[in-house]
């Protein structure tokens, strides 16, 4: 290296130089160089600006970063599947409970039928009974309801007033009346039944049956069939207080 | 002067622009910005002490560029590209603010 001093001035007066006459090939690659260098230090810095928060990650980071992602996703996926498996687990259960629901409300309205407790309606027959007074006592309305009965009859009532069931009691009452479960009905009866109405004209016309006894009684039966038999009264049904259901199994 | 405008144009040309930093680049660009930067300091400093040398300029200019990215590219298959781009720039940084402080002695005598 020279003499100190005369090179730091001539580097000073080379800079001048260079700045007041500016033509020659190193100028020009300098230039250049230095017009590459700018742009890509502004190309960086804009897409630091954009990107400023994965740009200076390493490839380490960024892995980390699509793991814990990747991770996140496999936990929600999971929720998701738990999610949907215990929604699947409702609609089942809701399904069920309402064939349940629908199977008990069936048996109820067949169990409604058979206690009395509930209206019924569909075709059967009407038996009218009428007679001199004192002919037709509760004996002779017991049999001839049995054999409505085993005659298929599934519901019954007197005078549209008393429904007749299994448990019903029929007793003679003051006069031209029966009490049927104290309930007073008087003379004519009305039978409605409903059932197969042949079967159960049958069953009246037996020979030495209903018919035949009210007539030998001097007593009138007429049967009429009827496409629909509207049962309207009903009986309450207290529930049992002594007898329990065996448990099934 | 036809450095002053290359770089001013340059700059200019950059904000016009608005390229987005192609993929494959994006890890380099940043080492290669402060290694050419350190090859202009360089360059300038060589300048003052009247030993400039146009074709040693791009020469040092180039490889600097090309080093710093395969530095970078090595770190990052070894699994240190973080801190091997970090000591880069540590040298790099070194290395420019010895080269402009000697430029400072020459034009300041300070």
């Given at each position: 290296?020279?003499?100190?001093?005369?090179?730091?001035?001539?580097?000073?007066?080379?800079?001048?130089?260079?700045?007041?006459?500016?033509?020659?090939?190193?100028?020009?690659?300098?230039?250049?160089?230095?017009?590459?260098?700018?742009?890509?230090?502004?190309?960086?810095?804009?897409?630091?600006?954009?990107?400023?928060?994965?740009?200076?990650?390493?490839?380490?980071?960024?892995?980390?970063?699509?793991?814990?992602?990747?991770?996140?996703?496999?936990?929600?996926?999971?929720?998701?599947?738990?999610?949907?498996?215990?929604?699947?687990?409702?609609?089942?259960?809701?399904?069920?409970?309402?064939?349940?629901?629908?199977?008990?409300?069936?048996?109820?309205?067949?169990?409604?039928?058979?206690?009395?407790?509930?209206?019924?309606?569909?075709?059967?027959?009407?038996?009218?009974v009428?007679?001199?007074?004192?002919?037709v006592g509760s004996q002779e309305l017991v049999?001839?309801?049995?054999?409505?009965?085993?005659?298929?009859?599934?519901?019954?009532?007197v005078n549209?007033?008393v429904?007749?069931?299994?448990?019903?009691s029929i007793v003679d009452g003051p006069g031209d009346s029966v009490i049927i479960d104290?309930t007073q009905v008087a003379a004519?009866f009305?039978?409605?039944?409903?059932?197969?109405?042949?079967?159960?004209?049958?069953?009246?016309?037996?020979?030495?049956?209903?018919?035949?006894?009210?007539?030998?009684?001097?007593?009138?039966?007429?049967?009429?069939?009827?496409?629909?038999?509207?049962?309207?009264?009903?009986?309450?049904?207290?529930?049992?207080?002594?007898?329990?259901?065996?448990?099934?199994? | 002067?036809?450095?002053?405008?290359?770089?001013?144009?340059?700059?200019?040309?950059?904000?016009?622009?608005?390229?987005?930093?192609?993929?494959?680049?994006?890890?380099?660009?940043?080492?290669?910005?402060?290694?050419?930067?350190?090859?202009?300091?360089?360059?300038?400093?060589?300048?003052?002490?009247?030993?400039?040398?146009?074709?040693?300029?791009?020469?040092?200019?180039?490889?600097?560029?090309?080093?710093?990215?395969?530095?970078?590219?090595?770190?990052?298959?070894?699994?240190?590209?973080?801190?091997?781009?970090?000591?880069?720039?540590?040298?790099?940084?070194?290395?420019?603010?010895?080269?402009?402080?000697?430029?400072?002695?020459?034009?300041?005598?300070?």
């Amino acid at each position: 290296m020279p003499d100190q001093a005369a090179d730091e001035s001539t580097g000073r007066a080379r800079l001048v130089a260079a700045l007041r006459r500016p033509t020659s090939r190193s100028q020009l690659t300098a230039g250049v160089l230095l017009g590459v260098l700018g742009f890509a230090a502004v190309v960086q810095m804009h897409s630091s600006d954009q990107a400023d928060r994965y740009a200076g990650a390493s490839q380490e980071d960024l892995i980390q970063l699509i793991n814990a992602q990747a991770v996140a996703e496999e936990r929600v996926e999971d929720q998701i599947a738990a999610l949907e498996a215990t929604r699947n687990e409702l609609e089942g259960h809701t399904a069920d409970t309402e064939v349940a629901l629908e199977l008990a409300r069936r048996q109820a309205s067949a169990l409604g039928i058979l206690t009395g407790t509930s209206p019924a309606v569909g075709p059967g027959i009407e038996v009218a009974v009428d007679g001199p007074p004192l002919s037709v006592g509760s004996q002779e309305l017991v049999s001839g309801i049995q054999e409505l009965r085993s005659a298929g009859a599934e519901a019954m009532q007197v005078n549209g007033v008393v429904r007749l069931v299994g448990s019903s009691s029929i007793v003679d009452g003051p006069g031209d009346s029966v009490i049927i479960d104290g309930t007073q009905v008087a003379a004519p009866f009305l039978i409605e039944a409903i059932g197969n109405a042949a079967a159960l004209e049958k069953a009246v016309f037996f020979p030495d049956g209903f018919a035949e006894d009210i007539e030998s009684a001097d007593g009138e039966v007429s049967v009429r069939r009827l496409n629909r038999v509207e049962i309207t009264s009903t009986r309450t049904v207290s529930p049992p207080q002594y007898a329990e259901p065996v448990p099934e199994g | 002067m036809i450095g002053a405008i290359g770089l001013a144009l340059g700059i200019l040309l950059g904000f016009v622009l608005e390229p987005d930093v192609p993929f494959w680049m994006e890890p380099y660009l940043p080492i290669a910005v402060v290694a050419a930067l350190d090859a202009v300091f360089g360059a300038l400093r060589a300048f003052l002490d009247g030993i400039f040398d146009d074709k040693v300029f791009v020469v040092s200019f180039v490889s600097n560029v090309l080093i710093a990215a395969l530095i970078v590219y090595l770190g990052d298959q070894l699994g240190v590209g973080g801190q091997l781009s970090t000591g880069v720039i540590v040298v790099l940084g070194i290395r420019i603010f010895s080269n402009v402080a000697a430029i400072r002695r020459h034009l300041f005598h300070a």
